[in-house]
């Protein structure tokens, strides 16, 4: 498994589609700068709010392309016949591509967290704001949680890319579950609020969403930017019960595409 | 010698038509004027839309309106885009109400009176989303207590801000308007009470001292107002000046305001301190 990783590793950063992406996701930083001139009140919370928004944006392409590039394109081409031809398993394949990735999302995280970190502390230098960000424990607490997101994510992506025989299956699937998964606790919260009191679209809609809430996992329970952002911190409860939801179901997606993948013919 | 034989080959057959149908275009176009839009906030997408639009992340959703409410002209906005201004700012609110530009610019700009349910809507949201700052719950309260016309509540709501300051001065401030709203919301045994309480809470100096001449005086009025009503009995009319009180022996003398104020008798025969008694009173 650890020629996977290795491999994985050289291959993600080589790439020329994630040079472009990574690019991408430094001008988001900069977007996160130039937003804080919007805010006369807290320049610095919307400069590391939206920089948040960016960062997630930009990691889960990342991974994304990384899933694309590591598994998807090995199947599409039948490269993969050329690694599984070595005394390996399957599972080592899979899993070592997976931590593959997540170790190229942690680089970029942590490359991608500094800038912002620059980007707010330069952001409105000649305003000092009532309420001042968290850049300590914090911030750093809400970028494992934007880690623990992408990596759900990019478990759904693989494994579709496991059953996949179109190789942009899985970022159309992964890009759609992220939207979808993210969204999930604003649609629960929304009907909950009762849809501004149209009852009849609340009545009808509770029940799938109902439903969708046990087949999707609802992403923004790990997104606890409210810490860094206005000191609310959440409880070490919601976090260990929240981290779990996460890595379950990362387990349960990887556990199917690996039984997936043993049984695929690749012929 | 003749002349060279016209054969039409697809680049001609293709550019031709394709440059005449330009030109007749732009003539056609040149005289119309695309119709004048709404400057500012004419519409307001739903709220899945805007969550989906931000890619699920409801922060950014918040983020994306709170910039077009920022940049809204408000010198040029007519009543239905400051309703559909209202709508927006609550589509933020409910996105996240914690957001400081949102409470801060619904507090005001939303102070019309059809608009102010919006401005407290997002202006509690803002208070219980944001545990350590009392600005919103001032601005709840004001509106409370000047547009609602209710200074119970008002007060309350100040009250609940003073232990989200560590400034003394901010705290006192809140304190000391609370307890002049009180004067207003509630009967004047009730509000001598609730600002004694306040008095005795606060650390001894000089704003305890402070408080407590509010509670002193609001005890005063509170027995004025009795032997008002115990005048009424005796004599079959209400007073018409304090000094009626005592000439009829229900007070010793006319009560010292510690602030210097002092009583009255309003036009319908109730106590009062001076500078709150309608005109044309003794």
Redesign the interface.
């Known amino acids: 498994m650890f020629e996977f990783i290795v491999s994985g590793l050289r291959s993600g950063i080589r790439g020329r589609s994630v040079q472009i992406v990574f690019a991408l996701g430094l001008v988001l930083v900069a977007v996160a700068y130039l937003s804080a001139s919007f805010s006369p009140r807290h320049p610095r919370t919307v400069a590391l709010d939206v920089g948040f928004s960016g960062m997630r944006f930009t990691l889960i392409l990342l991974s994304l392309f990384w899933v694309q590039d590591l598994v998807a394109r090995e199947i599409d081409r039948k490269i993969i016949l050329q690694s599984l031809s070595f005394p390996v398993s399957r599972a080592a394949f899979l899993f070592g591509r997976y931590f593959a990735v997540l170790a190229l999302v942690c680089l970029s995280t942590c490359i991608l967290a500094l800038s912002l970190l620059l980007a707010v502390a330069l952001s409105s230098p000649n305003y000092d704001q009532d309420f001042r960000v968290g850049l300590g424990l914090p911030f750093w607490v809400t970028i494992a949680g934007l880690v623990i997101d992408v990596s759900v994510v990019a478990a759904v992506a693989l494994a579709t890319a496991t059953v996949s025989t179109v190789s942009m299956l899985p970022l159309l699937v992964g890009a759609g579950f992220a939207i979808a998964g993210k969204a999930l606790g604003a649609a629960v919260d929304y009907l909950a609020r009762g849809a501004d009191g149209d009852a009849p679209f609340a009545d009808a809609w509770a029940g799938r969403v109902e439903t969708v809430r046990w087949l999707i996992p609802d992403l923004s329970r790990v997104d606890w930017r409210d810490w860094p952002l206005y000191g609310v911190a959440p409880s070490i409860e919601v976090i260990a019960w929240s981290v779990l939801m996460a890595v379950a179901y990362s387990a349960i997606v990887l556990a199917l595409g690996w039984r997936a993948l043993e049984n695929r013919e690749f012929g | 010698m003749g002349l060279m034989p016209f054969r039409p080959n697809g680049f001609a057959v293709l550019l031709v038509p394709a440059l005449l149908a330009y030109v007749a275009t732009i003539a056609a176009l040149s005289g119309q004027r695309p119709p004048s839009i709404a400057p500012e906030l004419s519409a307001r997408l739903p ?2 839309a805007q ?2 639009m ?7 959703a918040a ?1 994306m309106a ?2 077009r409410v ?2 809204a002209d408000t010198f040029r906005m007519k009543s239905d885009e400051f309703a559909t201004q209202a709508q927006l700012q609550k589509d933020i609110s ?2 996240n109400p ?1 957001h ?2 949102n409470y ?1 610019i619904a507090a005001a700009i939303l102070s019309q009176p059809h608009l102010i349910p919006a401005a407290q809507y997002v202006l509690r949201r803002a208070a219980d ?5 009392w600005t919103p719950l001032f601005y709840y309260g004001f509106n409370l207590y000047h547009f609602e016309k209710n200074p119970a509540a008002a007060a309350q709501a100040l009250l609940e801000g003073v232990s989200r300051t560590q400034d003394v001065a901010e705290q006192w401030g809140l304190q000391a308007l609370a307890a002049r709203w009180i004067e207003r919301g509630y009967r004047t045994d009730e509000a001598a009470r609730l600002v004694g309480q306040m008095a005795d809470n606060a650390p001894p100096g000089t704003f305890r001292r402070y408080m407590k001449f509010r509670a002193e005086r609001l005890v005063q009025l509170d027995r004025l107002k009795t032997m008002a009503l115990k005048f009424r009995d005796m004599y079959g009319r209400s007073p018409t000046r304090i000094e009626d009180l005592v000439d009829a022996r229900l007070i010793e003398r006319v009560p010292v305001d510690p602030l210097g104020v002092g009583f009255a008798i309003d036009t319908a025969g109730e106590p009062g301190f001076r500078d709150t008694v309608k005109a044309g009173n003794r």
């Open positions: 709220l899945a969550v989906i931000a890619g699920g992340d409801r922060y950014l983020n709170g910039f920022l940049v409910w996105l914690a400081e530009d801060y989303a944001r545990p350590r700052d």
